[in-house]
């Protein structure tokens, strides 16, 4: 269980994580050699897993975003494990995630354009051994995209 100020670390380093250390310990009420101590302590434990930055993907250029829904026609491990695999190597598939429903995956896929979502799709998901069915939902409009989890 995370402490209160560690919550109060996290939620600040959510919102900005370019933060000098006097800045984030001013934010959250420490001294900077506490504070440091803190994120020092996050970042061993594997709280803070990495920092990264949060690219507006239409402005980068990607104006396709799209949901996708796959099942696979037998859960065997090796259909599984190759499906893993290759999904990981497409820069393109922002998530995946197994799920339970009425499908076994659903991927967030940002492209460029319609045309090189259907090359995606026909070049790669399509070709995957044991995939059996793919579903597309196509974003239409980003309503909420915060990735900061809600600590109080």
Known sequence: MLERRDRLIL???????RLTMQE???RVGMSSSACWRR???LEE?????????????RKAGFG????????L????????????????????ILECFATSGEADFHLRVVVEDIDAYNVFLDDFIFKL???SQVRSNIV?????ADTALPFR
């Open 39 to 41: 994120v020092k302590n």
């Open 140 to 144: 239409l409009k980003e309503i909420k």
């Open 73 to 92: 026609a037998r859960h065997e491990q090796k259909n599984v494990d190759n499906f893993i695999r290759e999904v990981s190597r497409h820069p393109e």
């Open 11 to 17: 939620t600040e380093l959510q919102r900005d994580s």
């Open 129 to 131: 051994p044991g995939v």
């Open 24 to 26: 984030l310990a001013e």
């Open 64 to 71: 396709l975003s799209s949901v996708v829904h796959v099942s």
């Open 45 to 57: 434990t594997g709280v803070i897993d990495r920092y990264a930055v949060i690219v507006n993907t």
